[in-house]
């Protein structure tokens, strides 16, 4: 138990360091920022990189939202090296808060602040540890969705649990929209957590059995492959939204998918075709078909199935692709 203030005395703040890169993490950064508890002295995030066709030089979401805040901002490309270990020290953490970072963190690192180094993950852990949790909820197909709150340790999102919030699905859900609900709700649980976690008030807890692990998306992922029911193609578009997307692999020419929905199997049907029904358009799979709501010729725009159809015609029965076999190890 953490000793109070004493008597007709406030607490200092403590000092705190934020640990995070995406989009994910920046209200979570708010919320450490807004929290009157926490003193935030400084701020470590990826290093600019260069985006577009111009190479421009292009900072984090959370480095933008820092700089407007006049903290401290680290950068160092290997959060593991002697002089990023060096630059952390040198702002005397008492707390960290970790949130969309993209760097494993170094045990040097994690043993400075003497409340520990909190992480606000988007998943109901252990279920989906790793980098791409809400995706990894959304394909597999899960009831509920969720953050967790973890004291850190040496291993990817295995420490002990401090707190947990979980809500329902409904089985629409695109990864950007549900990535934000996370984020939102992942601020909000760490705003009421902060006090009674530095008060001693709470105890983290193993998280126990049923860990799966999650990897970062490549751009082959984006390909649909009609050898795989219609139902786990629908849930992989939903869960590509954004990037690294999806897309059919067709006879005519590649054609993006950016939303679809489930058809039951007519007679005949073999996996990998484009058939018209009515005035839409479907891929035969080998469960199912799925419909496709939402297509897009490469440079064009974002059309119905029944517009792609009124200029190309030829798509209504048009040969997919499979995906090619792995590589033998």
Known sequence: MSPGPAPGRAADPVRTVFFGSGAFAVPI?????????????????????????????????VALQARATWTALLQPARLRDDDAIEQVAGLRPDLGVLADYGQIVPPAILA???HGMLNVHPSLLPRHRGATPVPATITAGDERAGVTII????????????????????????????????????????????????????????????????????RADARLDPALPARELERGIRARAGWPGSYLETSLGR?????????????????????????????????????????????????????LLRGHPEYADAEVGRQPAAAPA
């Open 255 to 307: 054609l993006l998918v950016h939303a679809a929905s489930l058809a039951p199997a007519e007679t005949g049907d073999v996996p990998g075709r484009l058939r018209s029904g009515g005035r839409g358009l479907a891929l035969t799979t080998a469960e199912g078909r799925l419909r496709l709501d939402e297509v897009q010729l490469p440079g064009g725009r974002i059309v119905t199935a029944e517009q």
């Open 151 to 218: 004291r850190m340790d040496d291993g990817i999102d295995t420490g002990p649990i401090v707190a947990q919030e979980a809500w329902a699905l409904d089985g629409t859900e695109m990864a950007p929209s549900l990535e934000a609900r996370a984020a939102n709700a992942g601020a909000a649980l760490l705003a009421s957590t902060i006090g009674p976690w530095l008060a001693g008030e709470l105890e983290a807890r193993p998280q126990g059995d049923g860990a799966t692990l999650t990897r970062p998306f490549r």
């Open 29 to 61: 950064f708010e919320a450490v920022v807004a929290h009157p508890a926490l003193e935030l002295v400084g701020v470590v995030t990826a290093p600019d990189r260069q985006a577009g066709r111009g190479k421009l030089l292009r900072p984090t979401p």
């Open 112 to 114: 400075m602040p003497r």
